[in-house]
């Protein structure tokens, strides 16, 4: 039974997995012994009087308290001297004071789980020993490491490629010229021998003698030539007889190497059954026409050269130096040996020092024609490489001028085109460009654009090398739109036209009313014209009709009471005014305009208003009348207007003689409506 559980009768046992939860939230559980907790596990403090078996709540062993069932099923008794369940309050102060040590501890824990930075610094105290034990456990780091480094290797080689360059160069550069200067003195002397093969009396027998035996030149000359030569050289196992390592000389054909290698150890094998009565002892050489085989053996492994001709007397001794430095260098690998030969990837290089050779008359001088023949074969060689080379460079040069004076053309056909962009009217859609003039052009062109033969000779640019194909369209550019209206409207010398910012096409100058109205019609529907404006366009005659306009309107005719006869003073006046009138509409009717009057008669506010509107009626009837003595036809309406204008202006109870007069009205008409006279204008005909 737990402590907790000890501290909590009356509650039911708490499960694994609340008690998981209790101690990741800060209060472990502690066992207590089955009789109880002792005098020496339990602290001093207020629990230090517990003696062995006691309970803490209060409650006997047998019961819990307020009655509630213990949790091994007996029932409790109810018992009246049953002290209080202890508050979480005296719980948590009890945890603190029994595991308040294992508390901080189990905080440092969790804060050092927590924080990645201490994860972090454990891992590095122990991540390099982690890496060794497991390389050497087995291979799966190193597979799991391989692309990643790789990667790492990759994008830093794109990065910074001269890092690389720098760090290779100096192992590779001396490597590298060694290897070439070996190879081309090894040239050289193949090259010298087979002159001196070619063209001496001894090559030609010789060519002579393969051609009467059918063997091939180089054979005949590596027998008459050759004193000795190694040409294999086997690295082999002692126990098994497996081949470790193995090299050829370059124009040699070989056998498969571990079929030798098993050969030869068989034959060792039979060798010291058979004839030395299973005695030690080793076979050091087989001999089979003109080839040795040479064998150095030791108990872990063995060298075998095939050596053509009779070798010289201090070979074998080279050959066991070099199985001894081998023997060092492989010791443990050939501890190890069962048949995997990669650890001895580099054994070659030790039995590549043992391929030697000597030809019969080596040191021999040469004449001196065949050591100047390579001289001047080689002046020739650099000549020829130098003619090729100016050839090249010719070839380039020619190349290159070509190219310029392609680009030229294609720059010169392109800038001739240019006028055509930049002509109103003309729209260049699509060019097809060509090595040789002329060059098709597809164009979009308006009728009043000029032609793009026009344009070319203007800039002079010869047309002939281009050939267009044109088709028709309709232009929204201004100086085109003007064009089109000029061509509809023919507007006079004396009127200027020009375009707003908002498309609109004002016109400004004189001309005839008849041009205005009609051109504003035809302007307004052509294409590329979203307005017309006529306001600063005048004509004289239109400007004469305003006057005489503004003159009759201005004029005011005043009556005595109660008459409809002018005052004497203002019967000139009525008779200029008529006089005017007839003029007006003589001139209106010349410029197609139809002219109409209206008379207001007007009267005091004296008398009846009956009367009143009577006497205004008959002081309009009389400009009426005068109109008509005079042969005028003009439309006339007429309106007494009573006494309203004197009410209007509060001289309603005295006779004002302004009061009683008649008021003239003009209107101009055209197709379409009229407009009244006061207004009457150019800007009543837009």
Request: net charge negative; aromatic share 6%; proline share 7%.
């Amino acid at each position: 039974m737990t402590l907790r559980e000890t501290l909590s009768w009356g509650h039911p046992p708490m499960t694994p997995d609340e008690q998981l939860s209790d101690v990741m939230s800060g209060g472990p559980l502690s066992e207590v012994p089955p009789d109880g907790p002792s005098s020496d596990t339990m602290p001093d403090g207020p629990l230090s009087g517990v003696s062995p078996g006691m309970v803490l709540s209060g409650a006997p062993p047998d019961e819990s308290p307020s009655g509630m069932p213990r949790p091994d099923g007996v029932p409790n008794v109810p018992s009246s001297d049953v002290p209080p369940v202890p508050t979480d309050a005296d719980l948590e102060s009890l945890r603190a004071l029994l595991f308040k040590r294992e508390i901080a501890l189990l905080e440092q824990l969790r804060a050092r789980l927590d924080d990645p930075a201490s994860q972090a610094k454990e891992i590095s105290n122990v991540v390099a020993e982690a890496l060794l034990l497991r390389a050497h456990k087995d291979d799966r780091l190193q597979v799991a490491l391989e692309p990643i480094v790789e990667n790492i290797f990759q994008v830093s080689l794109r990065k910074n490629p001269h890092r690389f360059t720098n760090v290779l160069f100096p192992l590779m550069g001396p490597a590298l010229r060694k290897s070439i200067a070996e190879t081309f003195r090894s040239m050289l002397e193949s090259f010298n021998k087979s002159i001196e093969m070619s063209f001496s009396w001894k090559g030609l027998h010789w060519r002579l003698e393969a051609l009467r035996t059918g063997k091939p030149f180089s054979e005949i000359v590596l027998l008459h030539t050759l004193v000795y030569r190694v040409e294999q050289a086997f690295f082999i196992h002692s126990e098994t007889g497996l081949e470790i390592a193995h090299a050829a000389a370059e124009d040699i054909e070989t056998q498969d190497a571990g079929m030798v290698s098993a050969m030869l150890t068989a034959i060792q094998d039979f060798v010291r059954d058979c004839f030395t009565g299973g005695q030690s002892g080793d076979l050091e050489s087989l001999q089979h026409g003109e080839y040795t085989f040479l064998v150095e053996k030791d108990a872990k492994a063995y060298i075998a050269c095939q050596i053509r001709g009779t070798p010289p007397a201090g070979f074998r001794e080279r050959v066991r130096a070099t199985l001894e430095n081998m023997l060092i260098e492989y010791a443990e690998p050939l501890e190890s040996f069962s048949g995997d030969t990669a650890p001895f990837q580099s054994a070659q290089r030790h039995l590549d020092a043992l391929f030697i050779s000597r030809f019969v008359d080596e040191g021999k001088p040469l004449p001196l024609w065949v050591k100047a023949l390579p001289v001047l074969l080689l002046l020739g060689l650099l000549g020829w490489v130098g003619f090729l080379q100016y050839d090249f460079y010719q070839e380039r040069q020619e190349i290159a001028h070509r190219e310029e004076a392609r680009s030229a053309f294609f720059e010169s056909m392109r800038q001739g085109l240019e006028p055509l962009r930049r002509e109103p009217g003309l729209i260049i859609v699509h060019v097809v460009p060509a090595e040789t003039a002329p060059w098709e052009v597809l164009l979009l062109k308006d009728d009043l654009a000029r032609t793009p033969e026009e344009v070319l000779a203007e800039k002079e640019v010869d047309s002939s090398r281009y050939t267009f194909e044109i088709i028709p369209q309709v232009s929204y550019e201004r100086s085109i739109v003007a064009r089109r209206v000029e061509s509809k409207i023919h507007p006079p010398s004396t009127v200027t036209m020009r375009f707003g910012d908002d498309g609109t096409l004002h016109f400004s100058g004189a001309a005839p009313m008849e041009w205005v109205l009609q051109a504003r019609q035809e302007a307004l529907a052509l294409p590329g014209v979203q307005g017309i404006d006529m306001r600063e366009v005048s004509d004289p005659r239109m400007d004469q009709l305003t006057a005489m306009v503004h003159e009759v309107q201005a004029v005011s005719i005043r009556f005595p009471q109660g008459k409809d006869t002018p005052i004497p003073a203002d019967a000139p006046k009525l008779i200029q005014t008529v006089e005017t009138l007839v003029k007006l509409e003589k001139l209106a009717a010349e410029m197609g305009i139809a002219a109409s009057l209206t008379v207001y008669g007007h009267a005091d506010a004296t008398g009846q208003e009956k009367r009143n509107y009577e006497i205004s009626q008959e002081r309009a009837r009389t400009i009426a009348a005068m109109l008509y003595t005079k042969g005028s036809s003009m439309p006339i309406a007429m309106y007494g207007m009573g006494a309203e204008y004197a009410q209007k202006n509060g001289t309603s109870t005295t006779g004002d003689e302004n009061s009683r007069r008649i008021e003239l009205r003009v209107h101009l008409s055209r197709a379409g409506g009229a407009a009244s006279a006061r207004d009457a204008t150019p800007d009543i005909l837009r």
